[in-house]
């Protein structure tokens, strides 16, 4: 872990993360992942929000620009149960879920777990698979349980998904569905990095090998107290009232085809929290709400003949008073 301060050294996972602040938290969090691979400042505060919001990420790009890097990295930074899924086109539901296999010496079925029972999953290239083994994710990711051989299982505590998506024009993708989207807390939009980073990725230490040194800064039991600290953060009226205007104003645009749902403005919410609480704040404020505004509503909403979300969440945006 990289927490250091001054002259001093890495600490023990239980002793350092125990004592770590938010805003060292998310020092301690940015560097490791840049030792990684470079991520800019808000695709990494958009990640870091998810993660303390109890929710899903949709990571969005071209094949091979770090989309995949970039979550496991993530995940490596956590100390708790990781697992790793390449969808197929051929992926059954038992392939995620588990499914259940007879033992001789009891005379019974035991069920083996699939790689859905784990604390972070990664989804890889989440486009590529049907319909039917897509609505199990979905369940699993809405509710954090699963229905196996007509039982409900709870899945672990805490319970993310990181999905990578390809672009739907290349082959075997295919598009999904609004119910499907509207899962993800934060879609974010990975592209080419500059030159300068390129460069630097040319000329530096082999990624794997970088990722295979990551430590964890944090342990599955202080994420989850991390979690309950920021459902405690505050919205006043005068917020809540900000946020229902800009919804509002997503739903009575001529342009838009679907507006901002009442979950969505709450998913809005629970990701402020999260930004406030790494600011060392008990409230939420606009400032909260506007940085997090296209990664958490713009793929919640449709522009009518298929035209950007993002351009017309801006505009919004900038159109909506903020409460004084």
């Known amino acids: 872990m990289r927490a250091e301060t001054g002259s001093q050294k890495e600490l023990p996972l239980a002793q350092s993360t125990a004592t770590l602040a938010p805003q060292a938290l998310r020092t301690a969090l940015a560097r490791t992942v840049a030792d990684v691979v470079a991520t800019p400042p808000d695709v990494f505060e958009a990640l870091l929000c998810a993660l303390l919001a109890r929710g899903h990420v949709l990571l969005d790009g071209k094949p091979g620009i770090g989309k995949t890097l970039l979550a496991r990295t993530l995940a490596a930074c956590i100390d708790c149960n990781f697992r790793r899924i390449q969808f197929t086109n051929d ?14 010496e009891s005379r019974d079925f035991a069920f083996l777990e699939g790689p859905l029972f784990a ?7 989440i486009n590529r698979t049907s319909p039917r083994t897509l609505s199990c994710l979905l369940e699993a990711m809405e509710s954090g349980t699963v229905s196996v051989e007509g039982r409900t299982m ?12 390809n672009p739907i024009e290349f082959h075997g993708t295919y598009p999904m569905p609004e119910a ?8 974010i939009e990975l592209g080419y990095p500059d030159s300068a980073q390129e460069v630097a990725l ?3 230490r082999d990624a794997e090998a970088s990722l295979r040194a990551v430590r964890p800064v944090l342990s599955r039991e202080q994420l989850v107290a991390a979690q309950k600290s920021v459902a405690e953060v505050q919205v006043h009226e005068q917020v809540a009232e900000y946020v229902l205007r800009v919804v509002a104003a997503t739903r009575d645009h001529t342009e838009v085809a679907l507006g901002a749902s009442p979950r969505a403005a709450l998913m809005w919410l629970r990701a402020a929290r999260a ?16 940085a997090l505004a296209q990664p958490v509503l713009a793929h919640r909403m449709f522009v009518r003949g298929g035209g ?17």
Not at 154 to 165: Q, W
Not at 180 to 187: H, W
Not at 275 to 290: F, M, N, T
């Open 275 to 290: 930004r406030a609480w790494l600011a060392g704040r008990s409230y939420v404020l606009p400032d909260d709400l506007k």
């Open 91 to 104: 992926l059954m539901p038992s392939d995620i879920l588990g499914t259940a296999v007879w033992r001789e």
């Open 119 to 125: 604390n972070i999953v990664l989804t890889d290239e």
């Open 202 to 204: 040319y000329t530096g």
């Open 154 to 165: 709870e899945l672990g505590s805490p319970f993310h998904v990181f999905a990578t998506r």
């Open 308 to 324: 950007p979300s993002a351009t017309m969440l801006r505009d919004v945006i900038a159109a909506t008073a903020v409460p004084l």
């Open 180 to 187: 499907a989207l509207d899962r993800f807390l934060v879609r």
